[in-house]
């Protein structure tokens, strides 16, 4: 999975794009990833590109830029048990500012959305698939719990990415 | 000059990498304290190698770093392979080189752009600026993605390289990934263009002193990675000489080493290599020192951040240069040259975004018994102090506001890397 060459973006740029993000390094942090290998294994229809994002930088927000519609799939604590996940649009939630002061170390999916937005560059329709993540260590494994969602996580996507309509979120 | 006292502590500066505080305290006219405190923890690098194989030495490095892993893992490795009489073929030194420019046009396009144009604009950071001044912003993203892109194509990634290895690559880009790079890299020449003339319009503050300008060096390229140790004050040195060229001390408010060679201090990074190197700059990057008014010798600090837009513009032209010669002589599948013994002592050194790097591993049976890295922000941070010492008495008659102001931007115009050297910023005024 790559990105656009940068020249001609705008007329290349799908309109719409999954955005995986996450570390496989890092335990549950690689499920949005995990979710985007399932979605492409079964292939997308036209007009959707799938992006695996990494470790989100303010750069991001380009991979936002000249698209229509946004899915972004990403391991996020909300406080719920392990592989519960959540679908809601980007203005349903608030994301939490780091507990450091942001530094260029700590520039992530929040920032760079701060970023897309100051820039006037974001799609319509922000959806984020979020699934609560249990360990974060330094392991390239996920746990059972995150594992067992994946299925349900991509054929949510899959069933939107087809005009299917948003599903419920499930745990 | 005001005869009245100003304190001023900068608990933690802004926009730039780790932690640092600025500490000035003037009473009755007189500086009594002048200090940039660096209050991170030591992150014993060096003590993670001890015992480690030696082919794991670049990819622990490079977690010094996530905005110069290239630099690192390519001192690491020039570390290594003169420890064990490795010579990399004439594909990988290119490969290197192009990589290199890579991280080089990352790390100047952040700090040009998201660190130091907010100040020069007047916005409180970057966000700001994006509203104000989208263009400007988006400019600096499709440069940095460019430069990430590269480096990708060269090494997987841009953080935490991981096709880097002693004695090569395992990884090489296609021809069609070359060929792709090349347009981009040649579509970029406007996005310079535009970045030189946005700097010619910025008002860079106005502060010469004159200090030690070092960098590495070579005869015939402007140099990055190699060379040998030169000073603006006279005098060359192999760099494995490296340690009387530094000469580290530690001071009790900070917790990064200090260095200093000919003077009380000296300065390494794009000024300190401009002002070594400027003949051997490209055309285009010459061209872009003129219309933004730096000649060598330049010693005025906060124009470090012109020589970065300098440097932006070589390393795009180099970088195409890099690509037309891969491309005419064909990147093959090689396997890494292997080593002619396990054990033996190298010294690595490569002129990173920030200044001049060393790594130097002594290596017995195949395992790390020995490190010492010294990091470019490190060796600046006597200059900074001394700069700080110079500009106070020459602007106490500013607001305490306006004083912290230009001692941040000072700071900034270092690029420092606390974290990295920490082995720095907030400004306290007490």
């Not at chain 1, 750069?59 to 996940?85: K, S, Y």
């Not at chain 2, 690192?72 to 392979?81: F, K, M, N, V």
Request: proline fraction near 6%; include cysteine.
């Amino acid at each position: 999975m790559s990105s656009s060459s940068e020249s001609g973006l705008a007329l290349l740029a799908a309109p719409t794009i999954v955005l995986a993000l996450g570390n496989t390094q890092r335990g549950d942090d690689g499920a949005g990833p995990a979710v985007l290998e399932r979605l492409a294994a079964a292939g997308v229809p036209s007009g959707v590109e799938l992006i695996d994002g990494g470790l989100a930088g303010l750069e991001t927000a380009l991979h936002l830029q000249h698209r229509r519609r946004a899915i972004i799939v990403d391991a996020a604590d909300f406080g719920a048990t392990p592989g519960t996940w959540r679908r809601v649009q980007l203005d349903e939630v608030t994301l939490e500012p780091p507990a450091e002061a942001p530094g260029l170390h700590a520039a992530g999916l929040r920032e760079a959305l701060l970023l897309g937005e100051a820039l006037g560059i974001l799609p319509p329709d922000i959806i984020l698939y979020l699934i609560q993540p249990g360990p974060l260590g330094w392991e390239a494994a996920l746990s059972d719990e995150v594992r067992a969602c994946l299925d349900p996580v991509a054929a949510a996507v899959a069933t939107e990415l087809r005009g299917g309509g948003p599903p419920s979120a499930h745990s | 000059m005001a005869t009245g006292s100003v304190k001023i502590d900068v608990h933690h500066i802004t926009r730039v990498e780790g932690h640092g505080n600025i500490v000035v305290d003037v009473k009755n006219g007189q500086l009594k304290q002048c200090d940039l405190e660096i209050p991170e923890t030591p992150r014993f690098f060096e003590a993670m190698l001890r015992g480690r194989p030696y082919m794991e030495s670049s990819h622990i490095t490079s977690r010094i770093c996530g905005i110069c892993a290239i630099g690192h893992a390519t001192a690491s490795l020039r570390a290594t392979e003169k420890a064990l009489g490795v010579e990399p073929s004439a594909q990988t030194v290119l490969l290197r080189k192009l990589n290199f420019h890579g991280e080089m046009l990352d790390s100047h396009i952040l700090h040009a752009y998201m660190l130091v144009a907010p100040d020069l604009l007047g916005a409180p950071s970057v966000v700001p600026l994006a509203k104000a001044a989208p263009d400007v912003v988006l400019r600096a993203l499709r440069m940095k993605k460019l430069a990430g892109d590269l480096c990708a194509a060269i090494c997987g990634r841009h953080t935490h390289p991981i096709a880097m290895t002693v004695g090569g690559f395992t990884h090489f880009p296609s021809k069609a990934d070359l060929e792709a790079l090349r347009q981009r890299l040649i579509e970029a020449r406007a996005d310079v263009d535009a970045t030189v003339e946005l700097f010619q319009k910025l008002k860079i503050p106005a502060f010469e002193r004159d200090t030690e300008y070092i960098a590495l060096s070579k005869p015939d390229e402007y140099c990055f990675i190699d060379g040998v140790i030169k000073s603006t004050d006279g005098g060359s040195w192999p760099v494995e000489q490296y340690r009387q060229v530094t000469n580290e001390t530690c001071v009790k408010h900070s917790s990064a080493k200090r260095t200093r060679h000919q003077r009380e201090s000296y300065m390494v990074g794009a000024l300190a290599r401009v002002n070594v190197n400027f003949d051997l700059l490209h055309p285009k990057a010459k061209s872009a020192a003129g219309a933004l008014g730096l000649k060598p010798k330049c010693v005025n600090p906060y124009m470090n951040t012109v020589a970065q837009v300098i440097e932006i513009a070589h390393c795009v032209e180099d970088s195409i240069q890099l690509c037309d010669v891969l491309l005419s002589r064909g990147v093959t599948w090689e396997e890494p040259v292997a080593p002619a013994r396990l054990s033996g002592e190298g010294v690595g050194a490569c002129d990173v975004p920030r200044g001049t790097l060393f790594h130097n591993y002594v290596i017995q049976d195949g395992l790390v018994s020995g490190a010492n890295c010294i990091i470019p922000t490190g060796q600046n941070l006597n200059n900074i102090e001394a700069d700080m010492r110079a500009l106070v008495p020459a602007i106490l008659d500013r607001r305490p506001e306006e004083i912290t102001l230009s001692l941040e931007m000072l700071v900034r115009a270092y690029d420092p890397c606390i974290s990295c050297s920490t082995h720095m910023l907030d400004v306290k005024f007490v």
